[in-house]
Every structure is written in structure tokens, then in C-alpha cells.
């Protein structure tokens, strides 16, 4: 799942978008790839909607991103499990969140029929730790 997400910090200081549209009035924390800033894209199928933000903080590293939004730079659309433990704190929160996009995590390994006992503890670790993405700062009613 990917999230808008901010500091209370900053949502003091500079509000929180009220729609998509008014989404670009707002300090962004982007990812560049190749020497792009790479879009936003809110809910899904036919109906996303894609925006390009207006980033004051530009990089290449999602590390860096996090790092940002963390300094109350801006908002930031990030995968959810990058700031689990800040949701569930909340020294973070979701923005927007009738237009989060769920993204599919798949974890291939070899086409044999015994998993090894490393891949299989593996796997079973990624379960575990992508399902705590769910336990978060739920969605408001």
C-alpha cells in the first residue's frame, strides 16, 4: 500500500491538503528517477489519478525520503510499511487516505517442491512484517 504521509510537526505549520487537487499547494518530498521527479498516483484501475508534485526536497533515496518527512519538510506518497512504526506512534500520519493505492508484494522464489528452511523463515518474515503495515493508524470512519 502506498500512503501520503506527514508530520504533525508540519501539518501544524502548513495545514494538510483538503483534495488532489489542491495537493500541489504543498511542500512535497519527491522521488527522481533518471533525472525525473516520478508522479503520485491515488486509487486505481480506470479511475487513478495521477499528479506530479512540486517537490522542495528532490532525491534518488527513499532512505532520504524518509529522512524528510521525519525533519517536517513536507508530505511525502510513500510504501506504508517504510513508516509502520511512525503510524502506529503517530509521529506520523496518512493524508488523503480515501485515495491510497494498495500495491502488490510478491516474494518469487525457486519452482522446486521443498522450500529451503532459509527461504521458508524468510517468507514467513516478510508475512509477518508487511501484515504489521495493517495495524497502523487506521483509516478515520
Not at 37 to 53: A, D, L, M, N
Not at 89 to 111: K, M, N, Q, S, Y
Amino acid at each position: 500500500m502506498t500512503v501520503l504521509v506527514a508530520t504533525p510537526q508540519y501539518l501544524a505549520r502548513y495545514g494538510a491538503p483538503e483534495s488532489l487537487d489542491n495537493l500541489n499547494r504543498f511542500r512535497s518530498i519527491v522521488l527522481v528517477e533518471r533525472g525525473s521527479v516520478q508522479s503520485w498516483s491515488f486509487g486505481s484501475g480506470p479511475s487513478v489519478k495521477r499528479v506530479v508534485p512540486t517537490g522542495v526536497f528532490r532525491t534518488d533515496d527513499i532512505e532520504q525520503m524518509r529522512m524528510g518527512v521525519l525533519e517536517h519538510l513536507g508530505i511525502a506518497q510513500v510504501p506504508a510499511w517504510l513508516f509502520a512504526a511512525e503510524l502506529r506512534e503517530g509521529t506520523v500520519v496518512r493524508l488523503l487516505t480515501p485515495f491510497e493505492r494498495a500495491v502488490p508484494i510478491l516474494a518469487v522464489r525457486p519452482a522446486s517442491r521443498r522450500m529451503s528452511a532459509k527461504v521458508r523463515i524468510f517468507v514467513e518474515h516478510l508475512e509477518k512484517t508487511f501484515a504489521l503495515c495493517f495495524q497502523f493508524n487506521p483509516r478515520p470512519s
